[in-house]
């Protein structure tokens, strides 16, 4: 702990694994998917990245929302329910 | 070499802050803090003071400014009285509970309503929980020499809490005596610039103000050790500014003929020097008193007043404010730190509020309150010493 | 679309709502400003989802307070990076309850001082944080919990204080409004905004799921739905030229805006509130007049 009244070290939010949160989750069609990147870019959670030109999704973190599938030009986002 | 000048209190004070290199400074005008302000104004416009001056529209962003600047690694002062300090309350907790080393002067004043702009000490009473060092000067001189101590007390690694020097409105920030001005050189070796133990820097980030939950037990605990640390640096600092500069006000406390004392008496501020003249004389009539000086208020040297006046019968407390619904502030304290120990009896006297002055014909009728206790062997809650009883019927 | 490659500086793991658009704001705000900012934020929603002790989301340096005063501590850490020669910008966010009201004062204050300090107000039109309680910024006729729908009301009876207009009128260096529906015109103000010097004011719609009524996966849909009824004017003010808005391609009828948000449905339960919906139509047909999009 800093002594230093509530000053506290960058990016620790890292430690909560809000993928726990979620009821669906995005799979990605990569046939689809031209790594245009607008899902990058509306992800709340900084969870969806590009990587070799198609989206890779974080599952660590995901909450779920659905923005993702729901903005995707090329429909290559379904929101699936979770399997616990 | 030093300089000695006839000045008006205030004057003094901008002459501390702008010597101690306060490098952001914001204020808002509040009575009867305004001629600090506009001294400090002054020396900028002549540019004999390299501060930056933020003029704002309130003391909550007066006391926010410096906040932001403290924590982005700057020296850090601000100023305000009664209304201004109440107002910004909110941010000096939030100082303390960030440990930031912010100086500010707090000139005394009584608090609305009743509204009035004469001298006592309600506003700042209302801030000894927040975590803000208190220190009471006496005098003009002490109120110069306290502020560039209190620089030097806040950014002490082990301190990092922001410190309130405190000094009654008008008796010490309008009056004029001479003050001696210390060398440049000196003060700059005796107060080097500000070394932050963190700030707010893109190269190495940090969050400040996040929240807590129950974490809250261990800060606030961490706030309270800082300010027990901090009393024996107050004396060492108060003791290494008379080596170099060769003036003494009192550590913590200081006291005067306590040693055979049987009625002490126990104030802050500027009434201090009221009463060192009034021992004198009442001494020579052969009543034993002493009286003890209140530097530190908050960190509460409690132990310490107790080891002084150990000895004594009575000790009488003057409080120029009042806790309403309870009593004095400064007695209470005293008295929680006798509790459980051999002491001497406790007499809270209240006096001097809204600017009545305490003289001779109050300090005798203490004295007076002090014997008849002792003589009935018992000792009244609270003495109203200067209530006018014509205006209560 | 580009900013896809910008360095992600809110990290993952903080506890925002599923869906929130204070969140997605906040990244593409960071996506322009790089690391060599200081953020200053108020009490609210971004403030308590980022930062827990020891679980903080910012990689960036930044610094709460209170609630009322991001605006003064900005122009503290701006003057105090200018006593310190360091170049590092500094922005804030905070939302709208921080600024439309209990920190107009501190706001109003900070224009006047033209402080080098980029301030910029997400906009969630509510108290969100502390449970959906009306603020300025709240629409005419939106259900919160302290406007809730009764017998005898339909929500909050005042208008949107024009936030926009107020910093306009300080006359300070740049105001702007926008939407996180449009990344690319969100970051292009916020650059543009933070490299010049003084006072910058860009408000910024967030849409919020939990308050207005919808379902997660529409904050964006919503978000455009917001511009393309006139509702939400997008357009950018610099000191010492004209006004520039962005233009509607298709201008969208207000009902379906307002359809789309539990906080207006009682305007069509029982009978449609026709009255009611023409006025919000008004209100949306003068946007588009006076400013032209």
């Known amino acids: 702990m800093l002594p230093h009244g509530a000053v506290c070290k960058p990016g620790q939010s890292r430690l909560n694994k809000t993928g726990s949160w979620r009821e669906f989750r995005p799979n990605v069609a990569f046939n689809n998917c031209n790594g245009c990147g607008i899902c990058e870019s509306y992800c709340p959670d900084s969870c969806i990245l590009i990587k070799d030109s198609v989206s890779i999704v974080d599952y660590d973190y995901c909450k779920g929302c659905g923005i993702c599938a729901e903005e995707c030009p090329k429909d290559a986002i379904m929101m699936e329910k979770e399997v616990k | 070499m030093h300089e000695k000048k006839v000045m008006e209190g205030s004057v003094a004070v901008a002459h501390a802050i702008k010597s101690a290199k306060a490098q952001v400074i914001a204020a808002y005008p509040i009575s009867p803090q305004t001629h600090i302000i506009e001294e400090i104004a002054k020396m900028i416009a002549d540019n004999t003071c390299k501060s930056t001056f933020i003029r704002v529209d309130s003391e909550f962003s007066a006391a926010s400014v410096v906040y932001g600047a403290s924590a982005t690694g700057v020296r850090s002062y601000t100023a305000s009285s009664s209304q201004g300090l109440l107002l910004m309350s909110e941010v000096l907790y939030a100082m303390a509970g960030t440990r930031l080393p912010v100086v500010i002067t707090g000139v005394n004043r009584t608090v609305s309503a009743p509204i009035t702009i004469q001298p006592d000490l309600q506003d700042s009473m209302a801030l000894r929980d927040s975590g803000i060092i208190q220190l009471y000067v006496e005098s003009i001189q002490e109120a110069y020499a306290t502020h560039i101590q209190a620089f030097k007390l806040a950014e002490d690694h082990d301190v990092l809490l922001p410190v309130m020097v405190c000094m009654d409105g008008w008796i010490l920030t309008h009056l004029y005596e001479p003050v001696k001005l210390e060398e440049q050189e000196l003060i700059d070796k005796f107060l080097p610039s500000y070394k932050p133990k963190y700030m707010l820097d893109s190269k190495a980030p940090l969050t400040y103000g996040s929240y807590a939950d129950d974490e809250v037990s261990e800060f606030r605990f961490m706030m309270h050790f800082a300010q027990e640390k901090a009393k024996e640096k107050i004396n060492s600092i108060a003791r290494e500014y008379e080596n170099v500069f060769g003036d003494y006000f009192g550590g913590i406390i200081d006291h005067y003929f306590c040693d055979d004392a049987e009625i002490v008496i126990v104030a802050m501020g500027s009434v201090i020097g009221t009463l060192k003249e009034a021992i004198h004389e009442i001494r020579k009539s052969g009543t034993k008193i002493g009286l003890l000086k209140v530097r530190s208020y908050r960190p509460f040297p409690g132990e310490e007043i107790l080891d002084v006046v150990k000895d004594a019968k009575i000790v009488a407390v003057i409080d120029k404010s009042l806790s309403v619904g309870q009593g004095g502030q400064l007695a209470s304290d005293l008295k929680a730190a006798f509790y459980n120990k051999k002491a001497p009896y406790v007499l809270s006297c209240i006096a001097g509020m809204g600017g009545r002055e305490i003289a001779m014909k109050g300090i005798n009728k203490i004295i007076e309150k002090c014997k008849l206790a002792l003589e009935n062997d018992s000792v009244p809650f609270t003495e109203y010493i200067d209530l006018k009883e014509e205006y209560l019927k | ?293």
Not at chain 3, 35 to 60: M, N
Not at chain 3, 74 to 79: E, L, M, Q, R
Not at chain 3, 162 to 173: L, Q
Request: glycine share 8%; proline share 4%.
């Open chain 3, 1 to 293: 679309m580009n900013g896809f490659n910008k360095e992600n500086l809110l990290a993952s793991g903080h506890r925002a709502c599923p869906g929130c658009g204070a969140a997605i704001g906040v990244r593409q705000i960071l996506k322009a400003t790089g690391r060599d900012v200081i953020v200053v934020s108020a009490t609210g929603c971004v403030e308590t989802f980022t930062s827990p002790y020891g679980q903080s989301a910012w990689e960036v340096p930044w610094i709460h307070s209170l609630f009322e005063n991001s605006a003064p501590i900005a122009s503290g850490v701006s003057a105090a990076l200018e006593v310190l020669s360091k170049e590092t910008k500094v922005v804030v966010i905070s939302g709208d309850g921080a600024t439309f009201d209990i920190g107009f004062g501190g706001l109003s204050g900070m224009f006047e001082r033209n402080s080098d300090v980029t301030y910029i107000c997400y906009d969630n039109e509510a108290y969100m944080n502390t449970g959906v309680q009306r603020s300025g910024a709240t629409p005419y006729c939106a259900s919160t919990t302290t406007t809730p729908v009764g017998q005898y009301s339909i929500g909050k009876l005042e208008n949107k204080k024009d936030m926009p207009a107020i910093a306009m009128a300080h006359g300070i260096e740049y105001v702007a409004t926008t939407s996180i529906a449009y990344p690319n015109d969100l970051m292009k103000k916020v650059t543009k905004a933070i490299n010049i010097k003084g006072s910058k004011y860009i408000q910024i719609h967030t849409p919020c799921c939990i308050g207005w009524g919808f379902d997660p996966s529409k904050t964006i849909k919503i978000a455009k739905l917001a511009v393309e009824t006139g509702l939400v004017p997008i357009f950018e003010k610099e000191k010492g030229k004209s006004l520039v808005s962005k233009r509607i391609n298709k201008k969208v009828p207000v009902k379906e805006y307002l359809l789309s948000q539990g906080r207006f449905s009682h305007l069509f339960k029982e009978e449609e509130r026709e009255k009611i919906i023409n006025e919000i139509q008004l209100l949306c047909d003068k946007n588009i007049e006076i400013f032209n999009i």
